[in-house]
C-alpha cells in the first residue's frame, strides 16, 4: 500500500473537520422550530408568500441565509430570523430541508 | 334569501379570476428562464456559485415577490435583475403560475 494514501485520507478528514462544508439534517430537525410557523411542518410553507424549502439544493439555501445574514437580500423578517444563526446553524437547518422531498426543477 | 346561492355561485366562478397567473401563457414566456432554472444540477456563474433554485412546485406569490425584489433591488443577482427589469407584472405572475403549477408532462426531475 502507498504510505501516501492513509496521509492523504487523514488530511481529507481534517479538512472536512475544519471547514465543516457539511451539516447533519437530524440537528438542523431539532433547529428548525422557529421556521414551522412560515415554511411548514416539513418544508411546505402556510402561505403563497412564503416559499417552499422542501428539497431545494443546499448550496442555494446556503447563500440565502447567508445573503440575508450580509444585507444582500433584504427581507425584515428573514433578517431578524438568521440574526442570531451561526455558521453551523445554517449547514444543519439546510441539509435538513434539501433532505425533504417537494420542490422540482421544472423546464 | 333565495338569491344567496346565486351570490354563492358568483363568488365560486369569480374565484379563479383572482388567482391572477396564467399558467399556459407562463409556459410560453419562460424561455428566459429554461436555461438556468431548467437545467438540473445548473449552477450561478457569477458572482457567487451555488445552483440556481428549483421553482417547480414553488409558491406562486413567493415567486411574484422574488422577481419584483430582484426588480426593485431588494434582491442582488445581476442576471435575474437583467431578465426582471423588462418582465411586466402580468408576466411575473404568468410565470409564478406555471412553476407554481403540475408538472403537466414537462420534463421534471428531482
Known sequence: MNPRIPVL?????????????????????????????CHGEAGISVSPDFPNLAGQHVDYLRAALNHYKN????????????ANLSQKDILDLTAYYSSQHGLDVKY | MIYRPLIAL??????PAFSAGDAAAGAKKN???????GVP???????????VPK??????SYIVAALKAYKNGD???????????????????DLAAYYAGPAAGAAATK
Open chain 1, 9 to 37: 485520507v487523514l488530511s481529507l478528514f481534517l479538512a472536512e473537520a475544519a471547514f465543516g462544508a457539511s451539516g447533519d439534517a437530524d440537528v438542523g430537525r431539532k433547529k428548525s422550530e422557529p421556521c414551522k410557523a
Open chain 1, 71 to 82: 444585507g444582500k437580500r433584504k427581507n425584515p423578517i428573514m433578517q431578524g430570523q438568521v
Open chain 2, 10 to 15: 358568483a363568488l365560486a366562478v369569480s374565484l
Open chain 2, 31 to 37: 424561455f428566459q428562464c429554461q436555461g438556468c432554472h
Open chain 2, 41 to 51: 444540477g445548473w449552477k450561478t456563474a457569477f458572482p457567487e456559485i451555488y445552483s
Open chain 2, 55 to 60: 421553482l417547480g412546485g414553488q409558491k406562486a
Open chain 2, 75 to 93: 434582491r442582488d443577482h445581476p442576471t435575474m435583475k437583467a431578465i426582471a427589469a423588462d418582465l411586466s407584472e402580468r408576466d411575473m405572475e
